[in-house]
């Protein structure tokens, strides 16, 4: 039933392209639910052309590649490839793989979707340019999208009243609004913040709503200034003294000179500053003394700054790392 009633929410050509897909890819009672609701639809199978075969492709990929997609098609078009062939695609993991077709080819179909693979690599998922991506087929960013996507995620107007975030569009939420708080330290260094605006009997009984559970991690940029702000109330006692012995917790970094020092590790560096003062051996022969490991880790951060904006972000605007 359940599977009936997310199909209902489809388009019918969205369907009959998965009902395409299918064939290849998912079980037969699914398949046999997209037929039933096309059936049902009156629809006319022989409608899928190459065209809308491109076309719902297309809408799979990241909007950056679709330029270099519709130029793949061209290729593959000229080379005798017909959409009777569909390409074997997935996003795994966050990294999209072409694995061939799901028919038989030609090793020169083959040859031309590994091209392509290599294109997308090193194309900007969000705005297609070629200048500065780094990312290989993980969402593969330029650096003035990836600058976007991190100001996007700053938490921002923290005060006792609420916060900003980003989702879709930017959203104020009031404290008031939150009535449950998780608060997780995943390892030693990382940390998660699940705020639910649904006590948990209302959680059983409302529909889903992406927008009554906002969750951070620790590399939202402010997180532990969010953290810090949150209302007392809204706390167990556990919680609070967990939060604030952490957040009392923070040393100045001998590399990066923010106050981003967590038990030996920093998280703006990311240096363990227990290797810089207390040197192994090796380490002691290459750079002669502490200060020489101490000079070669600044450097090498000031390096990390420029080709790196997640740190250089972090590094520049994270308010609670900035604190004396
Ligand atoms: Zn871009
Ligand atoms: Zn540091």
């Not at 369907?15 to 079980?27: G, K, N, P, T, V």
């Not at 290729?75 to 490839?81: D, F, P, R």
């Not at 969402?139 to 990836?146: A, Y």
């Amino acid at each position: 039933m359940e599977i009936q009633n997310s199909l209902k929410k489809e388009t019918t050509e969205r369907l009959a392209y998965l009902f395409f897909m299918d064939q290849h890819y998912y079980s037969k009672e699914y398949l046999q639910a997209v037929r039933e609701e096309l059936q049902d639809r009156n629809y006319n199978f022989n409608n899928l052309n190459e065209h809308l075969y491109i076309r719902y492709f297309m809408e799979d990929l990241y909007v950056g590649w679709r330029k270099e997609a519709k130029r793949m098609f061209a290729e593959l078009s000229a080379n005798g490839w017909t959409y009777q062939q569909p390409i074997y695609y997935k996003y795994s993991w966050g990294s999209f793989t072409m694995k061939g077709f799901h028919t038989d080819a030609h090793e020169l179909l083959h040859s031309i979707l590994n091209k392509y693979l290599n294109i997308y690599g090193e194309t900007c998922s969000s705005c297609g340019s070629k200048k500065q991506v780094s990312g290989s087929l993980e969402e593969p960013l330029c650096r003035k999208c990836e600058l976007k996507i991190l100001k996007k995620r700053r938490i921002k107007n923290i005060n006792k009243f609420g916060f900003t975030y980003y989702r879709n569009k930017f959203q104020h939420v009031l404290w008031t609004e939150i009535k449950r708080i998780e608060f997780v330290v995943t390892d030693d260094h990382s940390f998660g913040i699940t705020l639910s605006k649904l006590t948990e009997k209302e959680e059983l009984e409302k529909e889903y709503d992406e927008h009554d559970t906002i969750s951070f991690h620790s590399d939202s940029c402010n997180f532990f200034k969010l953290v810090t702000k949150i209302p007392k109330e809204l706390l167990t006692e556990h919680q609070y003294r967990e939060i604030h012995n952490i957040c009392n917790h923070f040393e100045k970094c001998m590399v990066c000179h923010r106050k981003s020092v967590f038990d030996d590790q920093c998280l703006i560096c990311r240096n363990k500053i227990s290797f810089i003062e207390s040197p192994s051996s090796k380490s002691l022969e290459r750079f002669k003394t502490k200060a020489g490991i101490l000079a070669h880790r600044q450097k090498d951060f000031k390096r990390i700054l420029k080709v790196l904006p997640a740190y250089k972000y972090s590094y520049e605007t994270d308010s609670f790392f900035k604190s004396k």
